[in-house]
């Protein structure tokens, strides 16, 4: 009977979310977002260098970055910069009509300058500068609740926020520094998989915690071209989806606690729960890798679990279409565990999460399993 339910709501996703004229529809709503959005990116990008001489104060260069927050704020991060340069590339390719007019490219190309910037000698990329000490130095962190914060360290998650930015970049614009960014990715490549765990796994430091961790690397591999299936199947990435699907719950979902940033172990949820952000980004990581044409059902099962648990209009119940205050309203999936981490025990909730990431994982499910697309 379960299973029976489980294939009635994939025939749900199927006949109700993949379907030509809501998709026009969804265009016609969205547009306005994203033209707002796109204003935003464009407002929120660094086109001014901080005062000179930067040497002196310690100060990484920042024209062409994206900053945590707005353009006054002004100190550049790693994968925000990645972020806002994939998101101006794809915003660029769609109707300027209808999300506005594309931030130019020499804006563009200063953006690649500051990734390039970030790289460390290990390949990867830490947060907002190079790292210019040692690990040896945490003996002098004075702080009791944050862990690795007295040197910027390299990241899986920034890594592979960089490494696919320059990917999506080079498919816009093949001659600007082609080879330095050539050089970058292999560099980036190299060093995600020289930080993967025995057992396939990545830690991840900014969420919880390895299902966050697997979907970067999984995503940066599969930028540079590797993927789990054929006769050339990535080893690292056939341990990644083995160790993910090894975690997939009953339910169909994924399940990850906070312990897993403290003790740098994996920690399923207390009572053997799924979370839906957990789940989201498992999924993502194994469509990434290409575990799909391995075999769909783990990701079907975290497709229909997501689904379950996503908030449904009563129609006897005019509130359950708007938002209610401890109840999950129409469209919206429950806020549940904490899925944000800041050095290791700084615990945050991301309340947006929990909706950004199952429509991002059921969009690419629905593209690439059901409409059978590409990456």
Not at 39 to 67: C, N, T
Not at 118 to 129: L, P, R, S, V
Not at 133 to 158: K, Q, R, W
Not at 344 to 352: E, S
Request: glycine share 8%; aromatic share 10%.
């Amino acid at each position: 009977k379960e299973n029976e339910k489980e294939k009635e709501k994939e025939k749900e996703c199927k006949e109700t979310r993949v379907n030509p004229t809501k998709d026009v529809f969804l265009t016609d709503v969205l547009g306005p977002c994203l033209k707002k959005a796109h204003a935003y990116i464009e407002k929120s990008q660094v086109i001014e260098e901080a005062a000179s001489p930067l040497d002196s104060y310690y100060r990484h260069v920042s024209r062409g970055a994206w900053p945590f927050s707005t353009r006054d704020h002004g100190w550049p991060i790693s994968d925000c910069s990645s972020e806002g340069l994939k998101a101006a590339l794809a915003l660029a390719q769609m109707d300027g009509e209808l999300v506005g007019e594309p931030i130019a490219l020499d804006r563009l190309q200063s953006c690649v300058d500051v990734i390039l910037s970030y790289q460390n000698g290990d390949g990867g990329m830490a947060t907002y500068e190079n790292t210019r000490s040692f690990h040896a130095v945490e003996i002098l962190n004075p702080a009791e609740t944050f862990g690795d914060i007295m040197v910027d360290y390299s990241y899986v998650e920034c890594t592979s926020a960089c490494l696919t930015a320059l990917s999506a970049f080079r498919r816009r614009d093949q001659a600007y520094r082609a080879a330095d960014i050539a050089l970058s990715m292999r560099k980036a490549e190299r060093f995600i998989r020289s930080i993967q765990k025995p057992d396939g796994s990545w830690y991840g430091s900014w969420a919880v915690c390895f299902t966050y961790g697997c979907w970067f690397g999984c995503t940066a591999l599969g930028a540079m071209g590797f993927q789990v299936y054929g006769a050339q199947a990535d080893p690292a990435l056939k341990k990644t989806c083995a160790f993910l699907v090894d975690k997939q719950r009953e339910d169909g979902g994924w399940g990850e606690s906070y312990l897993s940033c403290q003790n740098k172990v994996y920690s399923q949820l207390e009572g053997d729960m799924s979370h839906v952000v957990n789940t989201a980004w498992a999924m993502l990581a194994l469509l990434a890798a290409g575990y799909h044409k391995v075999d769909p059902e783990p990701i079907r099962r975290g497709a229909a679990f997501l689904l379950s648990a996503q908030g449904r209009a009563d129609p006897l119940d005019p509130e359950s279409y708007g938002f209610r205050v401890g109840k999950t309203s129409a469209g919206d999936w429950p806020q549940q565990h904490i899925s944000g981490v800041f050095n290791r025990n700084c615990m945050i909730t991301y309340t947006n999460y929990r909706n950004i990431f199952p429509i991002w994982a059921l969009g690419l499910y629905r593209r690439l399993v059901l409409l059978g697309g590409d990456v």
